[in-house]
C-alpha cells in the first residue's frame, strides 16, 4: 500500500511538509490525535455507506453513475477533514541541501501510514539547491537510486500456511491506480525472516517489520520479553497455545510496525536481542525498544526487505499465483 502511494505521489523531505499538531505524539502517552481522527473518518465512511445503500434502496433501481457521483461527493469531504487535519501536501517545492554523496534513509510509522524522508549532510560539503520540484519527481530523480520502494518485498511468518508460498488478502488493497494491483506476501520460516533482517544490518540498512507489540510489553522500560511478566508463577496457570493457534484462533494478529536499527549477536553469531526504533515518542530508552530473540520468534510477523538480496529459492515463489485469504484474515492487519 505504501508502495502504491509512494510511485504515484511522491515523497517530501520531512523540513518541507513537517508533522502536523495531530501527528505528534504526547510525551505522557503513547498516543496522539490520529487516534481520535481515525475514529472520525471510520464514522464518516459507514455514514457514506448507509447514504449509498438508503438511496439505492429507496429508488429500487440501480443507477450505478449516480452511487459513484455521490461516492465522489463523500471522498471529497474525507479529503477535507485531512487536509483541516494535516495540512495541504505540496505541489512543487524547492529545497537546499549541502553534501556530495545524498543519503536517503526510510522511517516507517504506521499507526498512521506515514512514510517520512530522513536526510542526512555534511557541512562542509557542496551546496545545493532543488528548485520547483514536484514530489514524485523528487522521489524519481533523488531517492529512487537510494532506495527503490517497488523493489521491496513482505516476507510473513505464518505458521498457519504453507512455507515458500505466496498470500494476498483479498479486497485489500484500496490505491486507485496503483501499481501494484494487490498486496503479495511470501510466508517464510521465522529463520528466514531473522537472516534478512540481519544481512541489511549488517550493511547498515534499517528494517521495517510488523508485530503484535502489546504482547510481554513494557512501555515504560522499552522492552519487549517473553520472560518479563510471569503470569504461570502468578496465577498458577499455563499459556499453551502455539503462534499459529493464536492466529488461528483470534488471539493475536499485527497491531503495529516498526524499524530495526541494531542487533547483538553472542559468540556464534546468533540474535541475542535486536535494537527496535519506535514511533511513540520518547517512550522506552529515548523511543528506542529491547526486543529478546524469542520475542521475535513469538510475536513478530512481518519483514520489509529488497528482493534484489534474497536467495533465489525465494525470489522463485514470486512467479507463484498467490493464496488469497479472505478479508478479515489477521495477515491484513498491517499492510504495506
Known sequence: MVVNLVE????????????????KVKQTT????????????????????CNIRSYH??????????????????????YRILVITFGVPP??????????????????????????????????????????????????????????????????NDPRNEYFKTYTIDRLNNIEGGKRPNVLYINMPIET??????????????????CQVGKEYNSEKGILDVKQFDYELLFDTEFTMTKAQRLLYGDSL????????????????????????????????????????????????QLVVDKNRLPKDVIDTLSQKPVVLPPWDPMGSLAL
Open 8 to 23: 504515484k505521489y511522491g515523497l517530501v523531505p520531512k523540513d518541507v511538509f513537517p508533522e502536523a499538531a495531530a501527528t
Open 30 to 49: 503513547t498516543k496522539n490525535s490520529c487516534q481520535r481522527l481515525n475514529g472520525i473518518l471510520n464514522s464518516k465512511l459507514r455514514e457514506f455507506a
Open 57 to 78: 434502496e429507496k429508488h429500487k433501481k440501480y443507477d450505478v453513475n449516480r452511487l459513484r457521483e455521490m461516492k465522489k461527493e463523500h471522498l471529497k469531504e474525507i
Open 91 to 156: 505541489k512543487s517545492f524547492s529545497w537546499a541541501y549541502r553534501d556530495k554523496v545524498f543519503e536517503a534513509f526510510f522511517h516507517f510509522c504506521v499507526d498512521v501510514v506515514f512514510f517520512l524522508l530522513i536526510c542526512t549532510f555534511c557541512d562542509d560539503k557542496e551546496y545545493h539547491r532543488i528548485n520547483d520540484v514536484t514530489p514524485l519527481e523528487f522521489y524519481n530523480y533523488y531517492v529512487r537510486k537510494h532506495l527503490n520502494v517497488s523493489d521491496t518485498v513482505s516476507l510473513i
Open 193 to 210: 525472516l531473522k537472516e534478512q533482517a540481519l544481512t541489511a544490518l549488517r550493511d547498515n540498512i534499517p528494517v521495517w517489520f510488523g
Open 254 to 301: 499485527m497491531t503495529h510496525a516498526m524499524v530495526f536499527t541494531g542487533v547483538e549477536l553472542d559468540n556464534d553469531l546468533k540474535p541475542v536481542r535486536w535494537r527496535v526504533e519506535n514511533s511513540h515518542g520518547e517512550k522506552g530508552n529515548k523511543g528506542y525498544i529491547l526486543m529478546t530473540d524469542e520475542w521475535f520468534d513469538e510475536h513478530v510477523y
